[in-house]
């Protein structure tokens, strides 16, 4: 008779529930083929061995992680963007190895709208009072060819559906939709690539734009220009002035404010309004506080930083790249400068933004306007804020361990929490190449 051993049995059930429980933190592992991805607490997009110590993954196409869930409940028509902002924080997360639209709609009450073509990797579902948003993402499709491409072209896409959507829930959720895709992007598998593609960032050396919201703010670089002798092109001299730093903040209302200083909701009557120049969408912004104040850029829903042409120096003359009205060249002083865009439509601000149709601002002085199409030189960078060694740190949007590693040396055991459901969770197995996101927090 064989000997009984109940503890063996036990051991082996613990080491099957090791090896499939979702792991509490978030992890960045290769994914064989397809790139580096980081995983958030309890997502997962292949196996990872017993307690999840596997570093590298293989992706199976037809496998429990298939599919993706994201369920936003609780959702209110005639809402505003406060209440909207919360109930999507506790928006649900779960992975399946089949499309679970059958179960989504016997639990959820939901049906498939179809909203996304199949090729973009993920449908959006509602239910009949729009109190529940679900989506549903197909990794089959994301996993093929370039997953970074693809997921920037997803989260685009989810962004422009969901800014379609804000009238459904009122009049005041400007800006809800990139509070969704915000939250998809905590909890779903991404290329490491992509950890800034829910402010739709992207940065070449032709070209840089980012969507403003509450998580990301400013650095505004001012210069002041002498004009020596105006008749005489190149007769001119400039001083750099300060730096200022702004921040922002949404209203219950979804209206983007810069953090308070002056009392500029009852204050906004007495404050004179943008200068315009003739083709009537192009704002001087002669403070910092004009980003809110003018009556164009306080009616318009969502804002971006845009940098197109940046001269190469301020002497030679010689033909550039197209800007926002014509051809920009090296002895114009204005050329260059970096632009806030502000339009009511998400999709001309995206796909478009050097489009007539967004409404224009850059900082200057209006005596110095030789040109009604050009601006003064302001360069103005995103910022984000994150916790090194319990001190709030604000650095450059699309700063990396590397980067800042080399600015602020962090030490050869430095651990890194990010926020994930109201707590900070590790992060592990962290690159040179990892991103940081708002809010992070460095220890050493």
């Known amino acids: ?32 083929d397809r790139g580096i991805f980081i995983l958030p607490p309890h997502a997962k997009i292949a196996h990872e ?34 209440y909207l902002s919360e109930k999507a924080k506790k928006a649900e997360y779960f992975f399946s190895s089949t499309d679970a639209t059958i179960f989504l709609e ?16 993920a449908r959006i579902l509602f239910s009949n009072d729009s109190s529940v948003i679900a989506l549903i993402i197909d990794n089959t499709v994301l996993m093929k060819g370039d997953p970074v491409a693809n997921f920037n072209i997803l989260s685009i896409d989810l ?3 969901f800014a379609g959507l804000e009238h459904v829930y009122g009049a005041g959720v400007s800006g809800f939709s990139q509070v ?12 490491q690539q992509n950890a800034l593609s829910q402010f739709i960032w992207s940065s070449s050396t032709g070209k840089s734009f980012v969507l403003l919201n509450p998580r990301i703010a400013l650095f505004v670089d001012h210069q002041t220009f002498f004009i020596l002798r105006p008749n005489l092109p190149g007769n001119w001299n400039y001083n750099l002035g300060q730096q200022d730093y702004i921040s922002f903040y949404r209203s219950a209302d979804g209206q983007l404010k810069q953090s308070p200083f002056i009392d500029f909701e009852h204050g906004e009557d007495q404050m004179p309004d ?8 192009t704002i001087l912004l002669t403070s910092s506080a004009d980003i809110q104040l003018g009556n164009n850029t306080r009616s318009l829903a969502y804002v971006a930083l845009y940098q197109d042409y940046m001269k190469r120096n301020t002497a030679t003359s010689s033909t550039g790249s197209n800007d926002l009205t014509h051809k920009a060249k090296d002895k114009d002083l204005y050329i260059g400068n970096s632009m806030l865009l502000f339009n009511n439509n998400m999709n001309t601000l ?10 224009r601002a850059g900082f200057g002085n209006d005596t110095l306007l030789l040109d009604p199409n050009q601006f003064a030189r302001r360069l103005i960078t995103p910022a984000i804020p994150i916790w090194l060694n319990g001190q709030l740190l604000p650095v ?10 080399q600015q602020t040396p962090l030490g050869s055991n430095f651990k890194i929490q990010r926020w994930h459901n109201g707590k900070y969770r590790k992060l592990k197995y962290y690159t040179p190449d990892t991103y940081f996101l708002p809010g992070d927090k460095v220890n050493n």
């Open 106 to 121: 016997n639990k959820y009450n939901i049906y498939d709208k179809g909203v996304l073509t199949p090729h973009r990797g």
């Open 1 to 32: 008779m064989i000997k009984q051993r109940p503890w063996l049995l036990v051991l082996v059930c613990l080491s099957i529930f090791a090896s499939t429980s979702a792991q509490p933190n978030y992890r960045i592992k290769l994914v064989k």
């Open 159 to 161: 962004l422009l559906r």
């Open 350 to 359: 995206i796909t478009d933004p050097t489009s007539p149709d967004n409404t």
């Open 274 to 281: 943008n200068k315009k120049d003739r083709d009537g969408k």
């Open 180 to 191: 969704l895709l915000e939250k998809i992007f905590e909890l779903i598998p991404h290329p």
């Open 396 to 405: 450059k949007l699309g700063s990396t361990v590397d980067m800042q590693d």
């Open 49 to 82: 061995g017993l307690f999840c110590s596997r570093k590298e993954l293989t992706w199976r196409e037809h496998s429990r992680f298939s599919y993706q869930y994201i369920i936003f409940s609780g959702l209110r028509k005639n809402s505003n963007y406060a």
